[in-house]
């Protein structure tokens, strides 16, 4: 089977929602793509915001850097995602994870202008680093006018948000792992877990077996209640998700707040969305 392209894939998965649902999506798009123009305006626009951002960014190590363009894809992904999770299934946010200072997104938007640039005109970078602010103005205000020039409503952040979050994912080093081949283990969320429900066993009849410790529940008993509806002894599943954010019956995975982690995780979502469109389209 041919490699799938995260973009293909978004854009698969984005083409079965339905039109109210994809415009709502696209309206909240719309709203932080807009937030991070106009930020990047504002510090391209000022002179000594500009170098507090760039001396910001020089100062990150590269593992640092990698960290925030991820907070930035995971916060995308979460948006992407969100239309996919059933509401029941759907944990509240984990803004822990997420979280971006100003100045570390300002840093974020500019790098990725950087990275932009650094992508489809090397040359203008070549400059000495007290004309960047001029070169990446004029840069920015032309790539604007393309931008709005083929913008009609909302739809038109679309594609350049999806441009944007495979640079990132670029950056982070996140290639390669569509089909969550690899999946390093990660904790379950301590707030995920906190939120988890307590349900009597029983009622249905028949006997519910822990599959963790293989004995059965006592029927009247409380017992843990996972979103995908499997239950455990809550002495069984509490070291198991401080140790992994999956069900132990039916891997559904729990947030966790491991950035890579729930990159991981809601890429999976897009993933099993996406890649079944692409693959039917394909069976024609
Ligand atoms: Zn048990
Ligand atoms: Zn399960």
Known sequence: MEELEPPSVIMAALATLSPPRLTDLSHSIFSEVHQHRRRLTFILSSPTLFSLTLRHLNSL??????????RFLLSALRRLSRPFQSPS????YHPSTAAISPQDLDAAVLLLLLCEVRQHNPAALRTPITKWRATLCRIYSESLLTISGLATGGGGAL?????????????????????GKVRREVAASPMAVVELPSVAVGG???TVECVICKEEMGEGRDACKLPCDHLFHWLCILPWLRKRNT????????????????IQRLWEILFKVGSTMCTSDGDE
């Open 61 to 70: 190590s590269l593992s640092h850097k990698s960290l925030l363009l991820a």
């Open 89 to 92: 299934k759907l944990l509240p």
């Open 159 to 179: 594609i350049p948000y999806i441009d944007t979050v495979v640079r990132c994912w670029k950056f982070v080093g996140f290639v390669g792992s569509c089909g």
């Open 204 to 206: 249905g009849g028949g």
């Open 247 to 262: 069900c132990p019956c039916c891997r559904f995975q729990l947030p966790t707040d491991d950035v890579f982690g729930e």
